[in-house]
């Protein structure tokens, strides 16, 4: 191979064709067109290695060492000046030089990418049509119209969503991945799973999205007609009666068990790989309870196909203003929500988070996206709560406040 076959290559790194000086007992003096905008004289080659060094704007030199006589290779200019040959340059420096485009032309290339540059996966760590599928998929449509490229949700159940929550950890860090999670996946599995990831030092925060209130529900055939009265129910019937929850150790089990120490009663959880299904059955009557999110069990309420007898809140709900809370209905102080915010695994780029945090902030104050939110029955956090420092703030706290009360219940993973 030829230097001047590699000469073209770096030209157009340089942005202008690189020419060689040639050497006196090879061929005449010559005039050979040097650059001298810069005001730089010819510099002898010093190091194997290929250097790009820039001069000045536009202006490249490239430097070799360890050859035995002096030479230089510049760009051009617009004023000829005499230049020298060099010795023939060996096949290990012609492989330097190659080595080394070939890396700048990898970095530049890095560099113009501009995130998001494909599709985005929003894994969902819990099964299709429940509360955090349902929240991420408004979310992740409102979200391309920003990022300009498809968020993909990608549902990954299991163990009460602490497999999809794993695989986020275990994710590239490239913001090609994203972890929709909730107080229950970021927060009550911690204290009582043995996880294989941990859910503070192994994510970068996002963003928080919405706050969603527990209902206390059962299917129609449950004969009582308010609160006071099924508590009485449950209490005649003890271990006959079950409530579906959305895995062992689950928001949907917590609350569940919380219902139990307040009221002193028992019955038996039944656990499934989500609210969804666990509400399919409690439709069908196949269990008799459910301590679910309001966002997924407000349209089955609705709709006549289950009962609701408190929301386990301070305040009665504007999306279902019929609904007492649980204070007004007899059982003060049962109090308990589902917090959800945005992940990505640790070590995401700054930038990068920037960007997806954006996304959010704009597509939670989109009306379209806050009224679908508030008719599930969903409160969007305040602007000044959705950046990813009040999210890990956030958590910590929440970290501190549950998991004494946690591990005093007892609760442990089936």
Not at 36 to 51: A, G, I
Not at 133 to 153: C, F, H, N, W, Y
Not at 230 to 238: H, Y
Request: one cysteine or more; charged letters at 15%.
């Amino acid at each position: 191979m030829k230097r001047r076959d590699f000469l073209a290559p770096l030209g157009s790194i340089a942005g202008r064709p690189l020419v060689e000086a040639q050497r006196p007992d090879r061929v005449a003096r010559m005039q050979t067109p040097l650059c001298l905008t810069c005001e730089l004289q010819p510099t002898p080659l010093r190091s194997y290695s290929l250097t790009l060094t820039k001069l000045a704007e536009g202006h490249m030199s490239v430097i070799f060492s360890r050859v035995i006589r002096p030479a230089i290779v510049r760009d051009t200019g617009c004023v000829p000046r005499p230049a020298f040959f060099a010795a023939p340059l060996r096949k290990l420096l012609l492989a330097h030089a190659i080595a080394g485009i070939a890396v700048l032309a990898a970095i530049t290339s890095c560099a113009a990418q501009v995130y998001p540059s494909r599709p985005i996966s929003l894994v969902v760590p819990f099964a299709a049509g429940g509360p955090t599928d349902s929240l991420g998929r408004i979310m992740a449509e409102r979200m391309k119209s920003t990022l300009g490229q498809p968020v993909v949700v990608e549902n990954v159940t299991g163990a009460g969503g602490t497999i999809g929550v794993g695989r986020v950890a275990r994710a590239a860090p490239d913001g090609y991945t994203v972890g929709i999670g909730a107080w229950n996946t970021h927060v009550v599995n911690a204290a009582v799973y043995p996880l294989q990831y941990d859910v503070l030092n192994e994510f970068e925060p996002v963003a928080l999205l919405a706050n969603n209130y527990y209902l206390i529900v059962s299917k129609n055939a449950v004969p009582a007609r308010d609160l006071k009265e099924l508590i009485a129910w449950v209490k005649a019937n003890g271990d006959k009666v079950s409530a579906g929850t959305a895995g062992a150790g689950a928001g949907t089990h917590v609350a569940g068990v919380l219902f139990q120490q307040l009221t002193g009663t028992r019955f038996q959880f039944v656990p499934y790989r989500g609210a969804a299904p666990a509400a399919q059955d409690l439709i069908a009557g196949q269990i008799d309870l459910m301590f679910d999110q309001a966002s997924s069990s407000l349209q089955y309420v609705r709709a006549g196909q289950t009962k609701a007898y408190a929301i386990a809140a301070k305040t009665r709900s504007s999306a279902a203003p019929n609904i007492p809370t649980a204070d007004e209905a007899g059982l003060p102080d049962f109090h308990i929500s589902v917090w959800h915010a945005l992940w990505v695994p640790r070590g995401t780029p700054m930038n990068v988070i920037a960007r997806l945090n954006a996304a959010v902030v704009e597509t939670l104050a989109d009306p379209v996206v806050r009224a679908r939110l508030a008719d599930q029955g969903q409160e969007i956090f305040p602007r000044e709560q959705q950046t990813p420092e009040a999210l890990g703030t956030f958590h910590k706290a929440e970290i501190e406040k549950w998991w004494p009360i946690i591990k005093a219940a007892n609760i442990k993973a089936e």
